[in-house]
T-cell receptor, first 113, second 111 residues
Framework: DAEITQSPRHKITETGRQVTLACHQTWNHNNMFWYRQDLGHGLRLIHYSYGVQDTNKGEVSDGYSVSRSNTEDLPLTLESAASSQTSVYFC????????????FGPGTRLLVL | RKEVEQDPGPFNVPEGATVAFNCTYSNSASQSFFWYRQDCRKEPKLLMSVYSSGNEDGSFTAQLNRASQYISLLIRDSKLSDSATYLCVVTPMDSNYQLIWGAGTKLIIKP
């Protein structure tokens, strides 16, 4: 069955380290998204992509970067991890700009010490 | 004013009861609407899209009121397994197809 996976599921890192979170989908969806979810804030968009080589900044993109070299993957990199980036990170995908419903991966819980 | 507003709850409801909650949105040009559910420590999952004519899926009914700019979710004959946080999602026409998320309404069904 087609799915969307994230790895690692849990990660503990230290302030200042570079961290990459993986997201892989097998639906062949054009659109992919990264969100973070914190208590009191709901889901906040970090970066998104509408296709290979396309990336766009969301509302909380500072300190994060993404790249889209193929349809299936959108890795999220924290350039220099900060304690404020401790959060739950969700990756999502949607079929196209006309089919907007998004489907989520299981999430990555990141703790920055 | 937030773009999408929901009563955070929690709504504590006895099993079998009917419960309804609303979600208001600020952009009158919004074109697509969804309800998602999120269980504790899990990912959001699409519950249903919301259509202008209203739509039903099992014990769930969703309605859209464009004039008053709100969508609603009605759960009939609620079950313990309906306990979750329900997220309202809206897509404004000028959002470059991004979804705007409400913070969620927490529902607790009690036996």
């Amino acid at each position: 069955d087609a799915e969307i996976t994230q790895s690692p599921r849990h990660k503990i890192t230290e302030t200042g380290r570079q961290v990459t979170l993986a997201c892989h989908q097998t639906w062949n969806h054009n659109n992919m998204f990264w969100y973070r979810q914190d208590l009191g804030h709901g889901l906040r968009l970090i970066h998104y992509s509408y296709g290979v080589q396309d990336t766009n900044k969301g509302e909380v993109s500072d300190g994060y970067s993404v790249s889209r070299s193929n349809t299936e993957d959108l890795p999220l990199t924290l350039e220099s991890a900060a304690s404020s980036q401790t959060s739950v990170y969700f990756c999502a995908s949607s079929e196209s700009r006309q089919q907007l419903a998004q489907y989520f991966g299981p999430g990555t819980r990141l703790l920055v010490l | 004013r937030k773009e999408v507003e929901q009563d955070p709850g929690p709504f504590n409801v006895p099993e079998g009861a009917t419960v309804a909650f609303n979600c208001t949105y600020s952009n009158s040009a919004s074109q697509s609407f969804f309800w998602y559910r999120q269980d504790c420590r899990k990912e959001p999952k699409l519950l249903m899209s919301v259509y202008s004519s209203g739509n039903e899926d099992g014990s769930f009914t969703a309605q859209l009121n464009r004039a008053s700019q709100y969508i609603s979710l009605l759960i009939r004959d609620s079950k313990l397994s309906d306990s979750a946080t329900y997220l309202c999602v809206v897509t404004p026409m000028d959002s470059n197809y991004q979804l705007i998320w409400g913070a969620g309404t927490k529902l607790i069904i009690k036996p």
